[in-house]
């Protein structure tokens, strides 16, 4: 895993009730043909897998934190994960990485939870995404982390 800055989400020019929930992707300074979930990229990551973008939507009575997976060659997107709950607001706290397919992420107000995330590069939809992810809450009891259905 690389943290990288080749990216950007170019933004919107109009109300915000024309907002799309995707953004096109800027390459190294170029507008590319691929849309992205989200309108604010918060962290971007290059792996043996493909791009890690982290991006999130922000509205007016809550927000999401999206994390999209990119094939290498920024033809496609191969996965997207979306955090949000109706009328909650989502902002990314912290991403860690634990090595090159695993990752988790904090979010803002949420102590007490971590976002799993896994990478995979054989998948079978449904039961074992390419993206996978789990959801674990810290046991105030025991000190431990246990896995949440959230």
Request: glycine share 4%.
């Amino acid at each position: 895993m690389q943290t990288i800055e080749r990216f950007a989400l170019q933004p919107h020019h109009g109300s915000p009730q024309t907002d799309p929930a995707d953004a096109l992707l800027i390459v190294d300074g170029q507008v590319s043909a691929l849309r992205i979930p989200g309108r604010l990229l918060r962290r971007q990551y290059q792996t043996a897998l493909g791009y890690v973008l982290i991006t999130e939507l922000d509205y007016w009575v809550e927000e999401a934190v999206l994390v999209v997976l990119v094939s290498l060659d920024l033809q496609r997107v191969l996965a997207h994960r979306t955090l949000t709950r109706w009328y909650s607001s989502y902002y990314l706290e912290e991403v860690a990485w634990q090595d090159d397919r695993h990752f988790y992420l904090t979010i803002e107000g949420l102590e007490h939870y971590r976002f799993y995330f896994t990478l995979r590069l054989r998948h079978w939809p449904l039961v074992s995404p390419r993206l996978g992810m789990r959801c674990r809450r810290l046991d105030r009891k025991s000190g431990k982390w246990t896995f949440d259905p959230w």
